[in-house]
């Protein structure tokens, strides 16, 4: 039985990846902080082995037997990585390149890296370069989150042997249900707000395209790349992609979806400019050198999400719990609170 190492499997695609490999009959261990709790893996937990640590400080006891890292750690949106750019930088680039060192190190055979496409992110104001983008384009992230993932993977790819395997997975926005679940991704945004105000924003009018993927698409693509031939997918940058959408199609098709299950929400449009990412991302390379074609649409995910989420009782939509950048900051402060106090009573 294959043993995978996952890195950050607690967390929002981690949890649903986690549940991926564990019904294929992958041997799973999983990293993790659990900065969000540990509830992303209750449905498996007693089929799962759990270490809770940091990825910066990974014991080399960790990779024993292992035959591959999947490494989806670290901050994971714009927000968090320019709250802390230090801690970012220390993540999703230091961190990922020395783990990929340790497998080298404990002859590990497989290193798959969570990149992402908003590396390909032109702004919504240089419309002459508003083309479809594919993995040869030339890339120049400024962003602080786009550029720590364009760094470790530059680093990476370097490492790319014949005995040893590497490879990059630049994942389009992902959307729809997690055991850990987030409500601070677009989609997700719109059925959150529709469930809890009766309507949807679309700021800068939804005219910026966006490249999006369900979250179960991404974890079968992830399992794909742990079972594919070296040869095939050895030192290859792949874009995991649905479709490329205007936001503002995105927010038609969640209303009429939602629609479909008794839910009628208005569209509110804002036309205040917000630093909105805008890119389209060509997910043609993985659909051809892998067979591989992400097949869960915006409508059927929402409502699964609208069942889930009811299922669940993840109703609380005001909890920061399901924001990254506001649950982070109520961490920082309750650590401050305990530095001073020692104790929480």
């Not at 590990?108 to 384009?137: K, M, Q």
């Not at 389209?280 to 050198?289: A, F, H, I, L, P």
Request: with cysteine; net charge neutral.
């Amino acid at each position: 039985m294959k043993k995978i190492l996952l890195v950050g499997g607690g967390g929002y695609a981690g949890s649903v990846l986690a549940q991926e490999l564990v019904e294929r009959g992958y041997a799973v261990r999983i990293l993790d902080r659990f900065y969000f709790g540990e509830q992303g893996l209750d449905g498996i937990r007693d089929r799962v082995e759990m270490i809770r640590g940091d990825m910066r400080q990974v014991a080399p006891a960790t990779l024993a037997d292992v035959d591959t890292v999947v490494n989806i750690g670290g901050l994971s949106n714009d927000p968090t990585a320019e709250y802390n750019p230090k801690a970012n930088q220390e993540m999703n680039t230091n961190a990922s390149v020395q783990l990929a060192r340790m497998c080298l190190e404990q002859s590990v055979p497989r290193y798959l890296f969570a990149s992402s496409c908003s590396i390909y992110d032109r702004g919504v104001s240089d419309e002459e370069r508003d083309v479809l983008l594919d993995e040869t384009a030339e890339v120049d992230p400024r962003a602080a989150y786009s550029s720590s993932k364009f760094a470790a993977e530059r680093e990476l790819l370097k490492m790319a042997s014949s005995t040893f395997t590497v490879v990059i997975m630049r994942k389009a926005t992902l959307f729809g249900f997690s055991p850990r679940m987030r409500y601070d991704l677009v989609v997700n945004t719109f059925v959150k707000d529709a469930l809890s105000k009766g309507y949807l924003t679309l700021h800068y009018g939804g005219e910026m395209w966006r490249p999006l993927a369900d979250v179960r698409d991404a974890a079968r693509a992830y399992s794909l790349l742990i079972q594919a031939d070296p040869k095939i997918v050895n030192g290859q940058i792949l874009n995991l992609v649905y479709r490329n959408f205007r936001i503002s199609e995105v927010a038609l098709r969640v209303r009429e979806a939602l629609r479909e299950m008794g839910i009628n929400a208005d569209i509110r449009t804002d036309y205040s400019y917000k630093g909105v990412r805008n890119y389209r991302v060509s997910g043609r390379k993985m659909e051809v050198m892998l067979n591989f074609h992400p097949a869960v649409s915006v409508e059927e995910s929402v409502h699964t999400m609208v069942q889930e989420i009811r299922r669940y009782h993840y109703d609380d939509f005001d909890s920061p719990r399901y924001y990254n950048i506001r649950w982070m900051k109520v961490l920082e402060e309750a650590q401050q609170v305990i530095a001073t106090t020692g104790s929480v009573f």
